[in-house]
């Protein structure tokens, strides 16, 4: 079956520590998306990428990098730097685009950093 | 920057029922409205998408409609049952934001 797979389900660092979350998409989508769900709020992204070897800022981009080496992937590193990194992420593909078409999500990685 | 608010926050009915949730967006520039459902410590599923051009769609006992004067869009859900609970989320385009701007969702709980 299609569909997007992140990895791992639950993870824990210490702070000061990078950590970087695995996203894989078979479904053959050029456009790949990073979002942070914390409570209460919506949604935000983080970065997207529309093709690979490239991607931009999503709202939130500080204390992230990303990389797009290939189709499939595109992990998220959350460096040190990023101020409050307990959050449950989320990794999403497209089949065009921003916004254009239907996102299809993975089941998400909840981060938490002490 | 397009702004999504979804009314009510959270919805307790009992099965059976017909219910509505609510969504707006404060820029009517869109390319199309998405419905998304979230279970408890899960992504994001999609149900519906509205493009522009469109005034509703259908999936099942899943109704969306949307009208971009007025910047609203409903989901309308028929004969509920307790499958059905989960959050529900609205997303648009617009605003001149990358990509789609979410509500924070509607909780909905259908009791049996």
């Known amino acids: 079956d299609g569909g997007i797979t992140q990895s791992p389900k639950y993870l824990f660092r210490k702070e000061g520590q990078n950590v970087t979350l695995s996203c894989e998409q078979n479904?053959?989508?050029?456009?790949m998306y990073w979002y942070r769900q914390d409570p209460g709020q919506g949604l935000r992204l983080i970065y997207y990428?529309?093709?690979?070897?490239?991607?931009q800022k999503g709202d939130i981009a500080e204390g992230y990098s990303v990389s797009r080496e290939k189709k499939e992937s595109f992990p998220l590193t959350v460096t040190s730097a990023q101020k409050n990194p307990t959050a449950f992420y989320l990794c999403?593909?497209?089949?065009?685009?921003?916004?254009?078409?239907?996102?299809?999500f993975g089941n998400g990685t909840r981060l938490t950093v002490t | 920057k397009q702004e999504v608010t979804q009314i009510p926050a959270a919805l307790s009915v009992p099965e059976g029922e017909n219910l509505v949730l609510n969504c707006s967006f404060t820029?009517?520039?869109?390319?199309?409205l998405q419905w998304f459902r979230q279970d408890p410590g899960k992504g994001l599923t999609s149900l519906l998408l509205?493009?522009?051009?469109?005034r509703e769609q259908t999936s099942g006992r899943l109704n969306a409609s949307l009208d971009k004067s007025s910047g609203r869009s409903t989901l309308y859900i028929a004969a509920s049952q307790p499958g059905d609970s989960a959050t529900y989320l609205c997303?648009?385009?617009?605003?001149?934001?990358?990509?789609?701007?979410f509500g924070k969702g509607t909780h909905l709980i259908i009791q049996p």
């Open positions: 999403a593909s497209s089949i065009g685009g921003q916004g254009l078409t239907a996102l299809h």
């Open positions: 479904l053959n989508h050029d456009a």
């Open positions: 990428s529309q093709i690979v070897n490239d991607f």
């Open positions: 820029d009517s520039a869109i390319y199309n």
């Open positions: 509205i493009q522009s051009s469109q």
């Open positions: 997303a648009s385009t617009g605003g001149g934001a990358d990509g789609l701007t």
